[in-house]
């Protein structure tokens, strides 16, 4: 714990802001000196609390939708009648040699369990999974690796329907959205991150559609002793990624 590269980072930084605020009374610093030293003092203390466990967690918590009893949801709705779409994380490049679900990264793995799990408790007639990596010049085949995980965790592979083109959660919501109407659908049920499932509804009623969120890969935990309050790099990314769900709802 001691050797975690952003915790060294922080002591480090602080021992550095506490030397060069010592200064001799004889020759005080100028005015933008003292100005440049507070900024820096302050931004050290931002990522101290950004980087240590109790406020990375506490603020998952804020952003995080509990989960969602889909089978009552759903109620007597025709299965052929109901729409599971499921949003796509990250993937790794291919690799000769290895199956292309091994490759999945990020949140995608977790999304396609927690996927299979609502399906096989209130099955739908078509389940729609939507997205792809960032582009590197390779063909992206995260949705489709996901599909090979729900398969094998139950869900027939004749109900999958794959929408590899989505590139961010709008467009998740846009392309999934034509293809939910496209199958008369009366209801549909949205499959991703607790943490991200907030944006993910703000994007789906833009394009008009009314969902029913069924929030999955759950992160939360309530640290312990005296951990939470050590920074981590972990927490750092934690906190990191609460702040890009935050922001990416004030997308125009």
Same mark, same amino acid.
């Given at each position: /714990?001691?050797?975690?590269? /952003?915790?060294?980072?922080?002591?480090?930084? =602080?021992?550095?802001?506490?030397?060069? =605020?010592?200064?001799?009374?004889?020759?005080?610093?100028?005015?933008?000196?003292?100005? =440049?030293?507070?900024?820096?003092?302050?931004w050290w203390l931002w990522m101290w609390l950004m980087a240590t466990p109790?406020? $990375?967690f506490g603020a998952l918590w804020l952003i995080e939708m509990p989960p969602t009893d889909v089978k009552a949801a759903l109620g007597d709705t025709p299965e052929d009648r109901c729409v599971m779409i499921v949003l796509?994380?990250?993937?790794?490049?291919p690799r000769d040699g290895v199956l292309r679900a091994e490759l999945l990264s990020g949140s995608s793995l977790p999304r396609a369990i927690g996927a299979a799990r609502v399906y096989?408790?209130?099955?739908?007639g078509h389940v729609i999974v939507t997205g792809r990596a960032e582009p590197w010049g390779y063909a992206d085949e995260t949705a489709a690796s996901m599909g090979d995980v729900m398969v094998a965790f139950g869900v027939p592979r004749e109900r999958i329907l794959i929408e590899p083109m989505a590139q961010n959660t709008r467009q998740n919501a846009v392309f999934s959205a034509l /293809?939910?109407?496209?199958?008369?659908a009366e209801?549909?049920?949205?499959?991703?991150?607790? $943490?991200? /499932?907030?944006?993910?509804?703000?994007?789906?009623?833009?394009?008009?559609?009314r969902v029913i969120a069924a929030p999955v890969d759950h992160r939360y935990?309530?640290?312990? $002793?005296?951990?939470?309050?050590?920074? $981590?790099?972990?927490?750092?990314?934690?906190?990191?990624k609460v702040l890009h769900e935050v922001l990416g709802r004030f997308r125009p």
């Open positions: /714990m001691l050797l975690d590269p /952003m915790l060294d980072f922080l002591v480090v930084l =602080g021992l550095a802001l506490l030397l060069a =605020g010592r200064r001799r009374k004889s020759a005080p610093p100028r005015r933008a000196a003292r100005w =440049g030293l507070r900024i820096a003092r302050i109790r406020v $990375s796509t994380g990250g993937h790794l490049s096989l408790q209130r099955p739908v /293809m939910a109407r496209g199958l008369d209801k549909v049920v949205v499959v991703t991150s607790a $943490s991200h /499932m907030p944006r993910a509804i703000l994007e789906f009623e833009r394009t008009g559609l935990e309530k640290p312990e $002793s005296v951990v939470p309050y050590i920074p $981590s790099t972990e927490a750092f990314v934690r906190s990191g």
